[in-house]
């Protein structure tokens, strides 16, 4: 049977096992080793990896920072709405989402506290609107005083204060996100020490994360569907580094799958280019992975795209059967879950 086909990144997945929330301690989730060589799996605490990694490694992290992207307001006309902020076009013009729809037409005025209003001013793509934000002051400090954490649609709760804190990962820079890069979720400030200590290089990229990250794959042949586009950079001195060791015959080990599209879509004959581009790059098994040598990443959702990804570098069978390994052994899945590293 063809790996084209969506059904074949089907799993099953108790409910219970679909993390609401963190561990308290970042670095005590669970941690699967799978040996990408040999199949072999080994089960660890995510704070082991330092055990995995060896000097002259290169971890390629993803800097983008979440923004609390889900607002309530109200519109001149009382009615109560809600806006989602999708894509920054240009200062304080974003894309986004908007509910109820049929009351957020062009022109319509809506406020979310004393300093932060906005007005409709035109149509995006699949429904959404392209919205002007007007407020005093710096756009993302007004955001974060009423603006709150864009949860995934699979945590099914309100977000609270504290995800603020813990749906970002320490080393978040770039504002720009509305969903986190979850691999990264796992590091702590001491851990990060600790990799440094040992001879690991750190570089960092960024990608916007944004919805498509969740978005299903509709059609019955993979090959057909159409990821949605996200901003992606790497800086001169990144490149340099992931260059180098790839020269050196180094491994580039990235963190989380926005990491990787983002290396991938800048690859080029084994080595990557410095510079900015919008990337709808889907990878999946058949396609080549030509950048890393290995993926640090989170446990992810039936026939995403983020497992196609996953079982096109470390191989379908051995994927699957590894999923099916954790749900046995009731790993936590998805943002707020375990981890996986291979290698």
């Known amino acids: 049977m063809s790996l084209n086909l969506r059904s074949k990144y089907h799993y099953e997945l108790p409910e219970e096992l679909i993390a609401q929330y963190p561990l308290p301690n970042r670095s005590q989730s669970k941690l699967l080793y799978l040996n990408r060589e040999t199949g072999k799996r080994e089960h660890l605490k995510f704070h082991q990896i330092l055990e995995l990694l060896k000097p ?80 005093e002051g710096d756009f993302f400090t007004a955001l974060d005083e009423v603006g709150r954490v864009p949860l995934p649609p699979y945590i099914l709760r309100e977000s609270e204060e504290k995800d603020k804190e813990t749906y970002q990962t320490v080393y978040a820079q770039e504002n720009g996100s509305v969903a986190a890069p979850t691999a990264g979720l796992h590091f702590t400030d001491e851990l990060l020490e ?67 599209r983002t290396l991938e879509s800048f690859a080029v004959d084994g080595r990557v280019k410095s510079g900015g581009h919008w990337t709808d790059i889907f990878i999946y098994p058949g396609k080549e992975v030509q950048i890393i040598d290995g993926l640090i990443t989170n446990f992810h959702m039936p026939e995403s795209t983020l497992l196609m990804l996953v079982s096109a570098f470390a191989g379908y069978e051995s994927v699957m059967g590894t999923y099916r390994e954790a749900v046995k052994l009731r790993y936590r899945f998805f943002s707020y879950g375990d981890a996986m590293v291979i290698l």
């Open 56 to 135: 002259g490694d290169l971890l390629v992290i993803n800097s983008t920072k979440v923004i609390p992207a889900r607002l309530k307001g109200i519109k001149s006309t009382g009615a109560n709405v809600e806006v989602f902020l999708l894509q920054e076009l240009e200062d304080k013009k974003w894309e986004c989402l908007v509910r109820p729809g049929r009351r957020l037409k062009d022109g319509a005025e809506v406020t979310f506290s004393p300093n932060l209003k906005c007005k409709i001013v035109g149509y995006g793509e699949e429904g959404s609107r392209v919205v002007e934000f007007e407020c």
């Open 194 to 260: 600790q990799i440094r200590a040992k001879g690991v290089l750190i570089t960092e990229v960024n990608l916007r994360v944004g919805l498509g990250t969740f978005r299903p794959v509709k059609s019955d042949n993979i090959v057909d569907h159409k990821m949605h586009s996200e901003y992606c950079e790497i800086p001169k001195e990144s490149a340099e580094l992931i260059n180098k060791a790839k020269d050196d015959g180094r491994r580039v080990i990235a963190v989380g799958t926005t990491s990787t």
